[in-house]
């Protein structure tokens, strides 16, 4: 009978020198086995012992390389875990509303803070602390979706500012809203904010009139009534604490009032107009005042005006379409001698020529005048524009030459002995 030989191959890497030793002693049992035995029995060399494992000092990083599974992740990567610094940073911007340590902060971890800070956080915690243009900028394209730099400064800081405030401005309404939602912001924003432009001045709300009972009473005829009041929000004391205010534009109106439209919500009252002079006059800082659409006659307009004379500042003058007529014009001359006007607007009002020709007889500053849609003469307007000729070639002379408007003595000097 053939020997049977076994079928099981040496294994180098993963049996020890004991393992083939035990094999080979196996081998030799099962050839010997049949050659002694007389009758047909089973062979037992197809039975293959466990392998035995090895004491070698490698056998357990085999074992280990072995049964590693390694995940297929797409998004495995090394950097796991985030820097110490990254999650400062986080934390820091988390915590920002109760602990702004950002000036405490290195230059370059600053701007990352910069960066993720949300554009939601208390103006009292961040108007006198973040003075980042990419932070601001973040915060008015949030609220505005059209914003024009060019009009502010070209600052994003003043541009949020001056916007914030006027919107709290148009949405003021007299009576009900609580004055110090504006005072209580001018802390924050006095050093930034430049111009205000508001075109509307919401009126108080009124209540519906109480049902007439057809008793008299005693302290009055059937014919009074209490008029409700129609006064606006008063800017006195909002302007002065604006310490660098310099451009003021207003329209007296109420925007999209609908099925709502009442004329009175048009009205520029008389205590508006006096608290508005009385605001001009105490602002030393601005050069610029428009009031236009507003319906301001020829009484409102004096009582401004007369409150603009000799104003150490005031370069514009813009009354556009109002209704101003001859006694206006008038005040508006006394202004011209009165001032250092460079531009004056009184578009689209009523006739005024001749005054206004009188006061520009003293004037030698003024070098615009916008008379558009006014009721004014042929020949008023021919003087006033060979006045406003005159002044603008004294101005370039001024600007050539500024020795030319000297008096000889102060002209005359070691480099100019001729004076």
């Known amino acids: 009978m053939l020997p049977v030989t076994s079928t099981q191959e040496p294994v180098a890497a993963a049996t020890s020198a004991r393992s083939r030793s035990f094999l080979s002693t196996q081998d030799r049992s099962t050839t010997a086995g049949p050659a002694l035995s007389s ?33 297929e992740d797409a998004e495995w990567s090394l950097a796991t875990v985030p820097l110490l610094t990254e999650l400062c940073i986080q934390h820091i911007v988390k915590n920002f509303k109760n602990n702004p340590i950002l000036k405490k902060l290195p230059p370059q971890h600053q701007q990352k803070v910069l960066n993720h800070l949300p554009t939601d956080l208390p103006l009292a915690v961040t108007a006198n602390l973040i ?52 005072l209580d912001l001018l802390p924050l924003c006095r050093t930034y904010v430049r111009r205000i432009r508001v ?8 209540l519906p009139p109480q049902p007439y009972s057809g008793e008299q009473s005693d302290s009055g005829s059937e014919g009074e009534m209490d008029e409700p009041t129609m006064d606006h929000y008063q800017l006195g004391d909002l302007v002065a604490g604006l310490n660098q205010l310099e451009e003021l534009d207003l329209v007296y109106g109420v925007k999209d009032c609908g099925m709502n439209f009442e004329w009175n919500l048009f009205l520029f009252t008389y205590r508006d107009c006096h608290s508005l002079a009385a605001t001009l006059k105490a602002c030393h800082t601005l050069k610029i005042f428009r009031l236009t659409r507003s319906k301001v006659d020829d009484d409102k307009a004096r009582i ?8 150490p500042a005031l370069e514009e003058l813009d009354l556009s379409h109002n209704l101003i007529g001859d006694r206006g014009a008038r005040a508006a001359a006394k202004l011209l001698s009165h001032s250092r006007l460079r531009v004056l607007s009184l578009a689209n009002n009523q006739d005024g020529g001749k005054q206004l020709l009188e006061g520009m007889s003293d004037n030698k500053t003024l070098l615009q005048f916008d008379l558009r849609l006014s009721d004014v003469t042929q020949e008023s307007e021919y003087l006033i524009g060979q006045a406003l000729c005159t002044n603008r070639e004294e101005a370039r002379q001024r600007t050539l030459n500024p020795s030319h408007f000297l008096s000889p003595l102060t002209a005359k000097g070691p480099e100019n002995p001729a004076g």
């Open 304 to 311: 401004l005006i007369r409150s603009l004379l000799d104003h």
């Open 131 to 182: 003075d980042d243009e990419s932070y601001w900028h973040r915060c008015c394209v949030q609220r505005w979706p059209v914003c024009h730099l060019d009009f502010h400064g070209s600052s994003w800081k003043r541009v949020f500012f001056e916007r914030h405030l006027e919107n709290l401005i148009k949405h003021f309404i007299p009576g009900t809203t609580d004055p110090a939602v504006i």
């Open 39 to 71: 009758g047909p029995k089973v062979s037992k060399a197809s039975t293959i012992p466990p392998p035995v494992k090895s004491k070698g000092p490698n056998s357990g990083a085999l074992v280990r390389q072995m049964r590693r599974i390694i995940a």
């Open 199 to 206: 075109d509307q001045f919401l009126p108080p709300v009124q």
